[in-house]
């Protein structure tokens, strides 16, 4: 069994649309993640919730919302898309509980949504 | 600020050994990760190692910690094909406010 699993694995879309990403994880844990990665694969933090609550929102547009109906989904839409979106997303999890980083947090990724914006 | 960074590219020949490098600035950092990411794929973590050590061996792969100079490196021995990937560095700490920053990611070919 996939231990992160996100959908879909390819969003092809056009400009203006609004889209979203679904993420799971079976492993337990209380923390997940919203990473983008760029062409030059750089990798940057989104968001984070813990428990279902958002504890980290990096500087990102307000056209990217987070959803966590429970603490082993996290899904992210998008709206109004624009060219600059076009990345890989990848959610993570990982064990930490209480809001802070415990002294040695090991994440756990999907493998990725290639997103591309046309 | 607080920059994770290492090279971005590495090519080896298959048998030899690999040693990718990162520097970081957060002299806070806790501990430090060494990530990697094969094509098409999701980052999977491969070691780890506490801030107060110097080294962490695992199987192929030797971890050295130079905290005075705030360099980390990854030894491959062995290197084989399968090692191609990317590879990122990460450091985490818990001086209350979150943070987990990764490196710019090492891309090493390995060649037959």
């Known amino acids: 069994d996939t231990a992160v699993s996100q959908t879909p694995k390819y969003l092809v879309t056009q400009m203006g649309n609004d889209k979203s990403i679904k993420c799971e994880q079976n492993?337990?844990?209380?923390?997940m993640y919203w990473y983008k990665q760029d062409s030059k694969k750089f990798l940057k933090i989104m968001f984070s919730?813990?428990?279902?609550?958002?504890?980290i929102n990096e500087t990102v547009p307000n056209r990217f919302s987070p959803k966590s109906p429970d603490k082993a989904h996290l899904n992210l839409h998008i709206n109004s898309l624009e060219l600059g979106d076009s990345a890989v997303y990848f959610c993570a999890s990982s064990q930490q509980t209480g809001g802070f980083l415990a002294t040695n947090e090991k994440l756990f990724f999907g493998s990725g949504t290639q997103l591309s914006v046309l | 600020g607080e920059d994770v960074e290492q090279s971005l590219f590495l090519s080896v020949r298959e048998g030899d050994s690999s040693v990718i490098n990162c520097t970081y600035t957060?002299?806070?950092?806790?501990?430090l990760y060494w990530y990697k990411q094969e094509p098409g794929a999701g980052l999977q973590l491969l070691t780890y190692i506490f801030s107060n050590m110097d080294m962490k061996q695992d199987q192929r792969l030797t971890v050295l910690l130079n905290k005075k100079d705030k360099h980390l490196s990854l030894r491959i021995a062995d290197t084989q094909t399968g090692d191609s990937a990317i590879y990122f560095c990460?450091?985490?700490?818990?001086?209350?406010?979150?943070?987990?920053?990764f490196g710019t990611g090492t891309r090493l070919k390995v060649l037959a």
């Open positions: 492993l337990g844990h209380d923390t």
């Open positions: 957060d002299s806070s950092s806790t501990y």
């Open positions: 919730y813990n428990n279902k609550e958002l504890i």
């Open positions: 990460a450091e985490s700490t818990t001086s209350g406010t979150y943070k987990y920053i």
